[in-house]
């Protein structure tokens, strides 16, 4: 992406909506990688906002995940329609590629409003990310070796994942017919095109689409570089710059941006309680000031707590990132849950993370920032202010270094629950050493 304030900036081709933030933040390092330029609005740009960025892709991050399936819709199609008013040509619904979901939403209900306001006919459902361990064999979604019901997403905080057959799951949400698109169809693209044009034919709107491996990614990218929309993770993302090539869409092949990302102290606030963050903070005990939140303390006195940590921050050896996190495990999440209730608890935990990420930045000099969960990431990126970012550097599969814009000046690395390995904090940091 280029930093140069233009207002004559070309309409970008591809326009995404993802959302969460992290989750755009996937999407937007995958699209970077496969050589296009590309911005990640935190909110929904304005007409004015997009004219000043020369990109190939616009990916907003919204935060519709778990909110009620109306206003998923409503949000997604209002940045849908800006994307569309900027001039884009392809539209991406980017989702969890874990389909966090429940059985009234939202993956199936924003989906179905696209396929409406775009007038098209038929898309993909492609959460297969094979790089990160996701795959897709006969409509069923694994995390790694164990099928998405048994992988740990049983026991999510918001959306417990207890179906992983995606056909079954993804008919309970949608109004139209949902088909699939077969490992045995993968030959080539035009097997795969040809299977999709079939469907569209027989009046199969929702195509839930197998991939085992990344070499099938490309094989789909290059099938449905015709269709206006697509939806699926971030893995698919990787391969639509080529697939825009090939057809003629797109010209150029860019590298990924090196940024100038500031100096001064780093912390790390993690909100996710999935089992690759659980792990990740456990590691991360041994070199950071660490503290865990007790969250019904939080609940009883929020300002006086937050005032105990500012000052236990205040006080603690600048050399050290601090580390401060909600993150339990299912036995300590249900405690919390049953007195406080799922949303109430996770409203409280994401606002009160939200105004710890304000008062460290202003306060104490930090401005090297990871957050960890997508719906944590949401509140503390909106706390901050910070209206976009500059994608850098990947950490690890999905999760890039970025710069803020608007807001603070920060290198700010979101990290999606699921995502890297054990020393995923430490690999962060020292990176920016
Ligand atoms: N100890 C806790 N008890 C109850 N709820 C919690 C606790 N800690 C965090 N939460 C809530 O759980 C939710 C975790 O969601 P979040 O999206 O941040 O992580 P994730 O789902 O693991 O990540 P991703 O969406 O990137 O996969 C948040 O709403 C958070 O506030
Ligand atoms: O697709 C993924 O797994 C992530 O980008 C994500 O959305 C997790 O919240």
Same mark, same amino acid.
């Given at each position: ?21 992290t989750g755009?933040t996937d999407l937007a390092i995958n699209?970077a990688q496969g ?62 590629s ?30 297969a990310f094979p790089r990160a361990g996701r795959t ?7 995390v790694g ?26 008919? *309970?949400? !949608?109004?139209?017919? %949902?088909?699939?698109?077969?490992? @045995?169809?993968? $030959?080539? /693209?035009? &097997? ?13 709107? *929702?195509? !839930?689409?197998?991939? %085992?491996?990344d070499?099938?990614l @490309?094989?789909? $990218?290059? /099938?449905? &570089? ?7 993770g971030s893995g698919?993302a990787r ?15 860019? $590298? ?20 690759a ?116 550097p990947e950490i690890c599969a999905g999760v890039p ?12 690395a979101?990290k999606s629950?699921n995502f890297g390995d054990?020393?995923f904090?430490?690999t962060a ?5």
């Amino acid at each position: 992406m280029t930093n140069k304030t233009k207002t004559t900036a070309a309409s970008a081709l591809l326009g995404c909506v993802a959302d969460d933030v992290t989750g755009a933040t996937d999407l937007a390092i995958n699209l970077a990688q496969g050589g296009m330029r590309v911005i990640q609005w935190l909110q929904i740009p304005t007409l004015e906002d997009l004219r000043v960025h020369e990109v190939d892709a616009i990916v907003v991050a919204l935060k519709t995940r778990s909110i009620a399936p109306p206003e998923a819709v409503s949000q997604s199609i209002a940045a849908v329609e800006v994307l569309r008013g900027h001039g884009c040509r392809r539209f991406y619904f980017k989702y969890c590629s874990t389909f966090d979901s429940t059985e009234r939403g939202n993956i199936g209900p924003v989906a179905e409003a696209m396929i409406d306001v775009l007038g098209v006919e038929q898309t993909i459902f492609c959460p297969a990310f094979p790089r990160a361990g996701r795959t897709v064999y006969q409509g069923h979604l694994f995390v790694g070796e164990t099928l998405l019901s048994e992988s740990g997403m049983q026991n999510h905080p918001l959306n417990p994942m207890q179906d992983a057959n995606l056909v079954r799951f993804l008919s *309970h949400q !949608v109004t139209r017919s %949902v088909g699939r698109l077969r490992y @045995q169809e993968l $030959a080539d /693209a035009n &097997s795969a095109a040809g299977s999709l044009q079939k469907q569209r034919r027989d009046g199969i709107a *929702h195509v !839930v689409v197998d991939c %085992v491996e990344d070499s099938q990614l @490309q094989t789909i $990218a290059t /099938a449905v &570089s015709d269709m206006p929309l697509v939806t699926g993770g971030s893995g698919l993302a990787r391969h639509l710059g080529d697939a825009y090539r090939q057809s003629g869409l797109m010209q150029n092949d860019y $590298a990924t941006s090196v940024l100038q990302l500031p100096l001064g102290r780093s912390l790390i606030l993690s909100g996710s309680c999935s089992q690759a963050t659980n792990r990740q903070v456990a590691k991360a005990k041994s070199f950071c000031n660490t503290w865990q939140l007790d969250v019904l303390e939080i609940a009883r006195d929020p300002g006086g707590y937050q005032r105990q940590l500012a000052a236990w921050a205040e006080a603690s050896d600048v050399h050290r990132p601090l580390l401060i996190y909600s993150t339990d495990d299912p036995d300590g999440v249900r405690r919390v849950q049953q007195t406080l209730g799922a949303s109430e608890a996770a409203q409280l935990i994401e606002s009160f993370l939200g105004k710890v990420a304000v008062e460290l930045t202003a306060d104490v000099g930090v401005r090297r920032l990871i957050v960890a969960g997508g719906e944590t990431s949401g509140a503390v990126v909106h706390n901050l202010g910070i209206r976009a970012l500059a994608i850098g550097p990947e950490i690890c599969a999905g999760v890039p270094w970025t710069r803020s814009i608007g807001g603070p000046q920060l290198a700010i690395a979101l990290k999606s629950g699921n995502f890297g390995d054990d020393n995923f904090f430490h690999t962060a940091l020292e990176m920016l050493a």
